[in-house]
């Protein structure tokens, strides 16, 4: 069920360009969602989708919620895909 989540999560290009962001450090909630031309709950529901996925980690400061790439996910699955492929 954990892979199906996190391709699932990834299929969509809003939240593979919220990890390309991310790849570069830790983003809140607002300045990520300066950085696309769709409402902030559109932003939030991505946010969240990938949070369930363990593909982000979220953190709380104060009012602010900062998020933050969880690359051991990507790394699970990049070994899969290897794998898959005879190891090439």
Sequence with gaps: ????????????????DILNMLKKG??????????FSITGAAVSRHLSVLREAGLIIDEREGKYIYYEL???VLEEVMLWITDLRGGR
Excluded: F, Y
């Design 1 to 16: 069920m954990g892979m199906q989540k996190t391709l699932r999560a990834l299929a969509d290009p809003v939240r593979r």
């Design 26 to 35: 830790r983003m809140s909630a607002g300045e990520i969602s300066e950085c």
């Design 70 to 72: 969880n690359a051991s």
